[in-house]
C-alpha cells in the first residue's frame, strides 16, 4: 500500500509538471506569434518618422538682416519667371484685391492710365513709392527686401497683364 501511494504521488507530479510546461508553451507561443523581430525594429523606427513628421513646426521666426527675410521667401528669389512669383509674394497684397488705390491685377481699364505714364516711371513709382490721388504705392511694395530687378520683373509682369 505503500508504494502505490507513492507511485500515485510521483505521477501526479509528473502530469503536474507536463501540465505546467504545456500551459508555459502555449502561453510563449500566443505572446511570440507573428512577431517577427527585425520587422518589429523596422516598424518602431517608421512609426518614430510618423511621430516625428506630425509633431513638426508648421514655421519657425526668423530676426535678422534683410539677407535672412529674403532666404524665407523663395517665390521671390526663383530665377524663373521672377515678375510672377514677386507678384505672388509681395505685390498680390494690395494688386489683388485693389487695396489703397491700387490698380486690381489684370483690369485694363485702372492700369490705363499708369502704363500711358511709360514704364520708366512705374518702375520709379514701385521702387521709391509714390503717392497720389487715388492712393499710396509703398516703396518695394513695402518689402525692402526684394531687389531692383525683382520689383521692375513683377511691375512688367503686371503692366502685361493690364494691357
Given amino acids: 500500500m505503500n508504494d502505490r501511494k507513492v507511485f500515485k504521488a510521483f505521477t501526479a507530479l509528473v502530469a503536474a509538471l507536463v501540465a505546467v ?6 502561453v510563449a507561443q500566443m505572446v511570440t506569434s507573428g512577431l517577427n523581430m527585425n520587422g518589429h525594429k523596422q516598424s518602431m523606427v517608421q512609426n518614430q518618422a510618423a511621430i516625428a513628421a506630425r509633431i ?4 519657425e521666426v526668423t530676426v535678422g538682416s534683410t539677407l535672412a527675410v529674403s532666404n524665407l521667401i523663395p517665390a521671390a ?15 498680390m497684397a494690395c494688386h489683388g484685391p ?5 490698380p486690381k491685377f489684370g483690369d485694363k481699364a485702372a492700369w490705363a492710365p499708369h502704363i500711358a505714364k ?7 513709382h514701385a521702387l521709391h513709392g509714390f503717392t497720389g490721388k487715388a492712393g499710396t504705392m509703398p516703396a518695394k511694395g513695402g518689402n525692402m527686401a526684394l531687389s531692383n530687378a525683382d520689383v521692375e520683373a513683377a511691375v512688367r509682369y503686371m503692366v502685361a497683364h493690364g494691357k
Wanted: with cysteine; hydrophobic share 40%.
Fill in 21 to 26: 510546461t504545456v500551459v508555459i508553451f502555449v
Fill in 56 to 59: 513638426q513646426p508648421v514655421g
Fill in 118 to 124: 511709360g514704364l520708366p516711371t512705374l518702375y520709379k
Fill in 77 to 91: 528669389n526663383a530665377a524663373d519667371n521672377v515678375g510672377k512669383s514677386t507678384f505672388q509674394s509681395t505685390c
Fill in 98 to 102: 485693389g487695396i489703397a488705390g491700387a
